[in-house]
């Protein structure tokens, strides 16, 4: 059997997932800080892409609470092209093509493997068919520029909801899987 991938995202209204920093804070609230403890609880292993790593890596080892504790204490794998070493707690960067890491990845023991942010790092899994579940938190708020989540392009990737909830501040957990 092997081990589930899940995506999780931050994303505006016009689907928007860069920076959330900028925008996102304003509807975090306790709903969602169980939602993505949960996400986080679920896995052993957090994948990342490089951006995202640094920006983690230069926030969560200097925090002291329950999600810190669990950020820096699991697994971490960094797909990145250019980055050598990674010197967060449990880090280790992915040698070789991402796809194929992945893959091996799956097939290991363990529990599930969770992405965090990671825009191109999403979608290279998106189309390789590597994710059972994207977890997307839309906000209800548009974006007015920014990397989307699903580019404009030829590619479809059909998929089916299998969970929806709507937080006090009109966040939108949603559970997706692929059709």
Same mark, same amino acid.
């Given at each position: 059997?092997?081990?589930? %991938?899940?995506?999780?995202?931050?994303?505006? %209204?016009?689907?928007?997932?860069?920076?959330?920093?900028?925008?996102?804070?304003?509807?975090? !609230?306790?709903?969602?800080?169980?939602?993505?403890?949960?996400?986080?609880?679920? #896995?052993?292993?957090?994948?990342?892409?490089?951006?995202?790593?640094?920006?983690?890596?230069?926030?969560?080892?200097?925090? !002291?609470?329950?999600?810190? =504790?669990?950020?820096?204490?699991?697994?971490?794998?960094?797909?990145?092209?250019?980055?050598?070493?990674?010197?967060?707690? !449990?880090?280790?960067?992915? =040698?070789? =093509?991402?796809?194929? #890491?992945?893959?091996?990845?799956? /097939?290991?023991?363990?529990? !599930?493997?969770?992405?965090?942010?990671?825009?191109?790092?999403?979608?290279?899994?998106?189309?390789?068919?590597?994710?059972? /579940?994207?977890?997307?938190?839309?906000?209800?708020?548009?974006?007015?520029?920014?990397?989307?989540?699903?580019?404009?392009?030829?590619?479809?990737?059909?998929?089916?909801?299998?969970?929806?909830?709507?937080?006090?501040?009109?966040? %939108? =957990?949603?559970?997706?899987?692929?059709?």
């Amino acid at each position: 059997m092997s081990r589930k %991938l899940t995506v999780g995202q931050f994303i505006s %209204l016009n689907g928007v997932v860069e920076a959330p920093e900028e925008w996102s804070i304003p509807y975090y !609230n306790d709903e969602m800080g169980v939602a993505y403890g949960e996400m986080m609880a679920a #896995a052993d292993t957090l994948l990342l892409g490089r951006v995202t790593y640094e920006s983690f890596a230069a926030v969560w080892p200097e925090q !002291n609470d329950e999600m810190a =504790d669990q950020l820096n204490g699991i697994s971490k794998l960094v797909a990145s092209s250019t980055l050598k070493e990674a010197g967060w707690q !449990n880090s280790t960067v992915i =040698d070789g =093509d991402v796809v194929t #890491a992945v893959k091996e990845l799956k /097939e290991q023991p363990g529990e !599930n493997i969770t992405v965090a942010g990671s825009i191109t790092l999403t979608q290279t899994l998106l189309r390789a068919g590597l994710v059972d /579940e994207v977890r997307l938190l839309v906000h209800p708020i548009v974006v007015g520029t920014g990397r989307r989540l699903f580019p404009d392009g030829p590619a479809q990737v059909p998929l089916t909801l299998t969970r929806s909830v709507t937080f006090d501040t009109g966040v %939108l =957990d949603l559970t997706y899987q692929p059709a």
